[in-house]
């Protein structure tokens, strides 16, 4: 990269009326966010670019009472010196014509890039005014443009001792939707994993709307090491030091680096998040699978070398259960399957990724032995496991077929086999599993009634033959007749499809013992029939607290402001009314009739729906959530349980 970069060096493609004209085409939707907060990143981009080019270590964004927002960064600063062509200053050229910039310059390509790399310019087409200020040449310059108009040439407005460029605008309302605003948290979890991906940058951003003022700051001198960390804060990591590997390769189109940071912990989910040119590529691609052959063929290679693998080889699954990696690639002209860049289809990059990640990762194995020796052992168990949780999954599945039907003998099912109208109640205790068959419409619903507590799959992660030699766990895989298994690769594996019941409803007692069974059950069903989960399938029901009387009246409260409220009103001004006030604990406390009336009946229960808005998260969340730490088990339920009446389901 050269940093004669003069006004001479700039193409120019296109004008703007085409943005202002179809602004979805280039900034995607004006009516949700999306091209309101992309008009961010692309003004953004170019600091970062900045950055990339070594002449920033600051970025400020300011979002301002009028609503306008700026990005200051301390770069270099736009050049202002005039255009041979177009006989205006370069920063009038990058502020006016659409794709204007070093991005078509073999010299010094652009490196970030919003979503299609479109530049400032087409954000200075979409806002109501822009205003970008220089300081270069110890001087300060300033221009103003309105719906991307010039309102005056660029002019000298003063004197400065620093460098950069500061860029403020307002978005046009007659583009994007009134309602829409900044968003202070989506602004903030974009710099931070900006900043993750640029070691050393600094983002401040600061927000001056309203009463409460805020202020962000992201600062990582480690970058994606630390984004490694950060994404195994929870866990227990394997090694301490997360492993980093940084590389080139040639593509046809010049240079591309790889960065990678890896470390394992003793989590059995993985993530990998993959960039290209700092853009997240949500559904991985050519990185992301060079990344795991290289990985695969490393463990193996090392392991059989130092005799620590027996038989078979380590499947690539085996090797990379709980892996946290990031993999940032820098190219210079990437290709997408989309327009939204969710995957690189690049196919040099595969090769190049693997070549250094084989290279360097097997340098890092011959250099710290224990600490390969760990991840070895750490993939050899994970392959034992699936191994055994394969064994036992046939045994469940012949056993099934030997007892006839596959239907265990506690269950009391339904009369309709129409799964869109069935529900099953998996119901805490024989006794309250009784009521409930008693008191239940018998056509549409079906108990099955578990003793105690459900195994603690979590902790028995390691055995999984315990899990399906466990009878309950047997029973409620019968029951629902889908299969058992997240991998849907795999014979026999849970699928939503076949459920026998389109709600899966578990009705535990509204106390301590009743919150960990749930608990355990949404673990089992998470690790074992996740898509019932994600498929919305799974329902919480909700007993009442209490009953209240006033002579013959009775009335059932699900809270403890209800309660008050009703004891309010049965009182009606008699403040000496004697009230009975009943605590239900349990489930069986209640009668099959008052089950049905206050729980179970469609027209009138209340359910609760867990859904699991970010699979990423909740995966870590159920690890939490199996520790002792009771409050935050209860602050999870409370998250993903979003209540549902029946009427809308
Ligand atoms: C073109 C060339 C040079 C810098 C920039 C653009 C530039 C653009 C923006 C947008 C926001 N901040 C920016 N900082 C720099 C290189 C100028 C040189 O060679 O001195």
């Known amino acids: 990269m050269t940093d004669n970069y003069g006004a001479e060096s700039i193409q120019v493609l296109e004008g703007l009326e085409a943005v202002r004209k179809r ?96 530049g400032v310019s087409a954000v200075n087409a979409v806002s109501e005014w822009m205003e970008v200020t220089i300081h270069r040449n110890q001087k300060i310059y300033f221009q103003r443009f309105e719906a991307g108009v010039p309102v005056k040439a660029l002019e000298e407005i003063g004197t400065s001792d620093e460098t950069g460029t500061l860029i403020r605008f307002k978005p046009d309302l007659t583009i994007f939707s009134e309602i829409i605003e900044f968003d202070f948290e989506t602004i903030d979890s974009r710099m931070k994993e900006t900043s993750f991906l640029n070691a050393g940058l600094s983002i401040v951003i600061l927000d001056e709307r309203g009463e409460d003022r805020h202020e962000s700051t992201h600062f990582y001198e480690g970058g994606i090491s630390e984004f490694v960390k950060q994404i195994n804060q929870r866990k227990t990591a394997l090694h301490e030091d997360v492993i980093q590997i940084s590389g080139t390769g040639m593509s046809e189109k010049g240079e591309v680096s790889v960065d990678l940071a890896l470390q394992w912990s003793d989590a059995f989910s993985e993530s990998i998040m993959c960039y290209t040119n700092i853009i997240r590529n949500r559904d991985g691609g050519t990185h992301l699978s060079g990344l795991r052959t290289a990985l695969t063929s490393c463990v193996n290679t090392y392991a059989k070398r130092k005799k620590l693998l027996k038989s078979d080889g380590l499947s690539g699954e085996d090797v990379r259960e709980g892996l946290a990696a990031v993999v940032s690639v820098k190219h210079p002209d990437p290709s997408f399957s989309s327009q939204t860049k969710d995957k690189l289809v690049s196919s040099e990059v595969s090769g190049i990724v693997q070549k250094v990640v084989y290279e360097k990762l097997g340098e890092f194995f011959e250099e710290n032995p224990s600490t390969a020796k760990l991840i070895v052992d750490k993939a050899l168990l994970a392959s034992k496991a699936r191994e055994a949780a394969r064994k036992a999954r046939d045994l469940t599945r012949r056993k099934g077929v030997l007892e006839g039907g596959g239907l265990p003998g506690k269950l009391a099912d339904c009369q309709s086999r129409d799964p869109a109208e069935c529900e099953i109640y998996l119901v805490e205790g024989d006794s309250a599993g009784g009521s409930a068959k008693t008191g239940r419409d018998r056509r549409i619903q079906a108990i099955l009634p578990l003793r105690g507590k459900i195994l603690n799959v979590e902790r028995q992660r390691h055995n999984l033959v315990k899990v399906f030699q466990n009878q309950e766990i047997q029973t409620i895989i019968r029951a629902l007749g889908a299969g058992v298994g997240n991998d849907p690769e795999q014979e026999g594996a849970f699928d939503v ?59 059932y409260a699900y809270s403890d402001e209800e309660r008050d409220a009703i004891i309010e009103e049965l009182k009606a001004g008699n403040e000496n009314a004697s009230i009975g006030v009943q605590r239900y604990k349990g489930l069986g406390e209640m009668n099959p009739e008052q089950l049905w009336s206050t729980t179970m009946d469609p027209d009138t229960r209340t359910i609760l729906k867990v859904t699991i808005e970010d699979a990423e998260m909740s995966d870590q969340l159920f690890e939490t959530l199996m520790g002792e730490d009771v409050p935050e088990r209860r602050a999870f339920i409370e998250k993903y349980a979003k209540e549902v009446t029946n009427l809308d389901i």
């Open 23 to 118: 602004p979805g085409m280039y900034l995607g939707d004006p009516h949700d966010g999306t091209a309101l907060h992309h008009c961010i990143w692309e003004v953004v981009d170019n600091s970062v670019d900045e950055h990339l080019a070594g002449h920033t270590s600051e970025i400020k964004v300011y979002l301002h009472e009028d609503h306008s927002l700026s990005v200051r960064d301390f770069g270099r600063g736009i050049p202002v010196a005039i255009h041979e062509k177009y006989g205006i200053s370069a920063a009038e050229v990058i502020m006016t014509k659409l794709h204007a910039g070093g991005k078509f310059d073999n010299s010094s390509y652009k490196v970030s890039g919003g979503l299609h790399g479109v």
């Open 497 to 555: 499809e076949k459920l026998r019941y389109q709600k899966i409803i578990l009705m535990t007692d509204a106390d301590v013992d009743g919150a960990h069974i749930r608990t355990l059950m949404l673990t089992f069903l998470w690790r074992f029939m996740r898509p019932a989960i994600t498929n919305g399938n799974v329902f919480i029901a909700q007993p009442p607290l209490y009953q209240l009387s006033k002579g013959r009246v009775n009335k």
